[in-house]
């Protein structure tokens, strides 16, 4: 596909080193030198220099025959602008970063008359196809995983019969093992390992080491009982402590309340504590410094269930984080705005470290798919991806077992669906036309994959 990217920031650079591993075209249009800079260091794109929003820098960048066009820069106004003119000079598709909320609804004008009709604009009136917050998307990450058992995001595809779940090995006699001698405690595929910054092809022969990070396929009914091999099941937070009243914060405090959990949202600020308490009505809003243990302890974190950090300054929330897990929170949350920062967060025992940019990256994921994929979910910090493919009638593969494909070693088969009928380990399933086959690949072979499905 050809994808042009109106804003080479955060956001525009992860999705772009992204579409670059899996062989897209991309070019990037960005106002900024430096940025400009940092993206023809770091990736092989083209680069325009400019705004976006002119006309004629949308023309260089050949807008008119993209297939995706993405407009990701920090003004919701911009990037509805860019759309808008894109889709006019002949873009198929087109997808906005907007964070206020009221820009994604319908408006209805008033009537010339009380008899005439009342006209609608509807956002695709304005060109744009898709709305993208990354705000929004990340409250519900944390959302999801605060009302889970487990403290890892659940992918779901094959309309939610087909589970993908990460689990961490620690404290557990796994260590030392190698992978053949695991005993599943149900049906489960190993699809990925991730030890440290490395991403290790799952072997019979390979031995486990603490820490290893392995990425099970399951179907939905049996995944808890297979997490139960990593660790004890945590009930979904009944108390949490948030920490900034940035945009995610408030999701989150006014999700969690909604739900009757009892929030305690934390703002140093007090403009801004003053804004969330008038927002936040089931929630208590309170003004203090989250790095002072005297007054975390004194407002109960110590006896909370979960403490998430959302402010925009990472280094911030990664040391609240670290004062709330010293005095004894269950579970630490934080907001990484900078994805190079997640590691860090995850060497220092936060437990879960999510970025907007990749949660970002993840909800464009769904609209570059190509070689009958339906469904695709990035994993690993968008090392890896989870795609769902549904078997064309020519494609070559069929009629023949599953551990008969001449498939990347990179990419691994996790489950195979027929007539709604989920099959884990799909090793000796015979493949059919129609069927939905669900593949864990590395993104550099990704393109290969998708050449048996066709």
């Not at 003119?85 to 873009?91: C, N, R």
């Not at 595929?189 to 490395?198: P, Y």
């Not at 399933?429 to 050449?451: F, M, P, T, Y």
């Amino acid at each position: 596909m050809f994808i042009v990217i109106a804003g080479g920031g955060t956001v525009g650079f992860n999705i772009a080193s992204m579409l670059v591993v899996e062989d897209h075209e991309v070019v990037v249009i960005e106002q900024s030198e430096t940025a400009v800079e940092y993206l023809n260091r770091q990736l092989d794109i083209k680069t325009i220099f400019g705004n976006a929003a002119i006309p004629r820098i949308l023309r260089d960048a050949e807008v008119q025959r993209a297939d995706l066009v993405l407009a990701v820069t920090d003004r919701d106004e911009t990037n509805m602008v860019i759309c808008f003119i894109a889709k006019e000079m002949g873009a198929s598709t087109t997808a906005a970063r907007i964070r206020n909320s009221e820009y994604t609804g319908y408006f209805i004008p008033p009537a010339k008359s009380t008899l005439s009709a009342r006209r609608i604009i509807r956002p695709k009136s304005l060109g744009i196809d898709v709305f993208i917050n990354p705000e929004v998307e990340m409250a519900r990450e944390i959302l999801g995983i605060l009302s889970s058992f487990y403290s890892t995001p659940v992918e779901q595809l094959a309309n939610g019969l087909v589970q993908i779940r990460n689990f961490t090995i620690e404290g557990s006699p796994m260590s030392g093992k190698t992978l053949s001698e695991l005993n599943f405690t149900k049906p489960c595929v190993v699809a990925s390992i991730a030890r440290k910054e490395e991403l290790l092809i799952p072997q019979p022969e390979l031995i486990l080491e603490e820490e290893d990070v392995l990425y099970l396929v399951a179907e939905r009914d049996n995944m808890d009982h297979l997490g139960r091999m990593f660790s004890a099941i945590q009930r979904p937070a009944h108390s949490v402590f948030i920490l900034g009243g940035s945009q995610i914060g408030l999701l989150v405090a006014e999700g969690l309340a909604d739900h009757d959990v009892d929030v305690k949202l934390i703002e140093p600020d007090e403009e801004k504590s003053q804004k969330a308490a008038i927002r936040l009505e089931k929630a208590v809003v309170l003004r203090g410094d989250p790095t002072d243990r005297d007054f975390l302890t004194e407002q109960g974190v110590p006896s909370a269930d979960a403490f998430v950090a959302t402010t925009e300054n990472d280094e911030f929330n990664i040391l609240s984080c670290l004062v709330a897990k010293n005095l004894g929170v269950d579970r630490s949350l934080s907001v990484i705005n900078k994805p190079s920062y997640i590691p860090l967060a995850e060497a220092v025992d936060i437990d879960v470290a999510g970025s907007p940019a990749i949660i970002t990256a993840r909800k464009i994921a769904h609209f570059v798919l190509s070689g009958g994929a339906i469904a695709a979910a990035l994993l690993e910090s968008g090392q890896l991806e989870a795609v769902e493919f549904v078997v064309s009638p020519q494609a070559s593969i069929i009629n023949q077992k599953v551990n008969q494909l001449d498939i990347p070693k990179e990419a691994v088969i996790g489950a195979v669906v027929q007539n709604n009928q989920v099959i884990i380990p799909p090793d000796e399933a015979v493949i059919h036309g129609g069927d939905h086959v669900i593949v864990v690949s590395q993104l550099n072979v990704l393109h290969d994959v998708e050449k048996l499905f066709k």
